[in-house]
């Protein structure tokens, strides 16, 4: 019974270990197998070519991952894993066709079920709902009756308006007096504001140059320690860290140049001139001065390794000082 046991243990053990040992294959993979990467730029001038050709090629992994992108005239993207292709644009013919197969069948199918109803439609023409209004009869009232209630009202308008009249002239002249009072009072009030404001406004606009002042002067002694200087030294090392390891390992352009004014060539020819000890080694420049065209081809061979920026990462998270310069910058905030 205790050796089937340790047998057990000891498989579950192995199985254990292999997976362990595959995923620290895999992150390995990841980290050092690099990136493989394949530009080529081709542009000729003609009717029958398109103006511009591109063909991009990734891979990872003895092509274990591979993923192209091409246009010329018409875009064209695959990504493929092993032999099992994940994506495709566009996607073939034959299932456009097909479908373009199928809707047709559908569409005919379904013209030859639609038919119209004429009678139908003629006889719910000729039902039509019939309305009908009805007018409620009117009263009439005695015109006599009707003058009577007419003078009492006249009547009765003229004894208020005798009655209101003099108290309206009584108060007359208090509601005017008021009414002056309350303006002047509102008057005086927006002037005092108004200057109330102002003086507001400038002290505020005073704390805000003060607070400007102070925060400038708390960054420039920032700026001026040693914690910001090594910091900055050593983002410019892991920076130039990257860039080189970015740079692609061929490059190879042959471009042909002409323009309408022989004069303008010869510009654009003596600008690569200067620039040759730069791109002298990579770049071939030749002018036209007989008609104006652009052509020419351009190739890029280069690699990616993850495990350049993962320590370029790591670097500048862990490091003492631009934390201590993060808290510093953080403080004043």
Not at 33 to 52: C, K, L, S
Not at 242 to 264: C, H, N, Q, W, Y
Request: charged letters at 35%; proline letters at 4%; a positive charge.
């Amino acid at each position: 019974m205790l050796h089937i046991l340790l047998l057990i243990l000891k498989i579950i053990g192995i199985v254990l270990l292999v997976i362990l040992g595959v995923l620290l294959l895999g992150i390995v993979c990841a980290l050092f197998v690099p990136v493989r990467y394949r530009i080529e730029a081709v542009r000729r001038e003609g009717e029958e070519e398109p103006p511009m050709r591109v063909r991009v090629k990734v891979t990872w992994l003895l092509h274990l991952i591979n993923i192209l992108f091409r246009f010329d005239g018409e875009l064209f993207l695959r990504v493929r894993i092993l032999i099992f292709t994940i994506l495709r644009m566009p996607k073939k013919e034959r299932r456009h066709k097909k479908a373009e197969k199928g809707e047709e069948k559908k569409s005919k199918r379904d013209y030859k079920k639609e038919e119209p109803d004429i009678g139908e439609s003629q006889e719910s023409r000729a039902k039509e709902p019939e309305i009908t209004q009805t007018i409620p009869e009117e009263e009439n009232a005695g015109p006599a009756e009707f003058e009577k209630q007419e003078e009492s009202k006249e009547q009765v308008e003229a004894e208020e308006w005798e009655e209101t009249g003099d108290a309206k002239e009584k108060t007359g002249l208090t509601d005017k007096l008021r009414a002056i009072l309350t303006i002047l009072q509102r008057l005086i009030e927006k002037i005092r504001g108004f200057f109330e404001n102002i003086e507001y406004t400038i002290n505020r606009f005073c704390d805000k140059i003060r607070s400007v002042s102070e925060t400038i002067e708390y960054y420039r002694e920032v700026v001026e320690g040693e914690p910001f200087k090594r910091s900055f030294a050593l983002c410019k090392d892991e920076l130039l860290a990257v860039v080189k390891s970015l740079k692609p390992r061929k490059f190879e352009a042959t471009l042909i140049v002409g323009m309408e004014d022989p004069a303008s060539t010869g510009e654009i020819l003596a600008i690569c001139g200067m620039l040759y000890p730069i791109i002298g080694g990579h770049v071939d420049v030749r002018g036209d001065f007989e008609k104006k065209r652009l052509e020419g081809q351009v190739l890029i061979v280069g690699k990616l390794r993850m495990f350049t920026f993962l320590r370029t990462a790591f670097r500048i998270y862990f490091n003492k000082d631009i934390r201590k310069l993060y808290k510093l910058l953080k403080r004043r905030q």
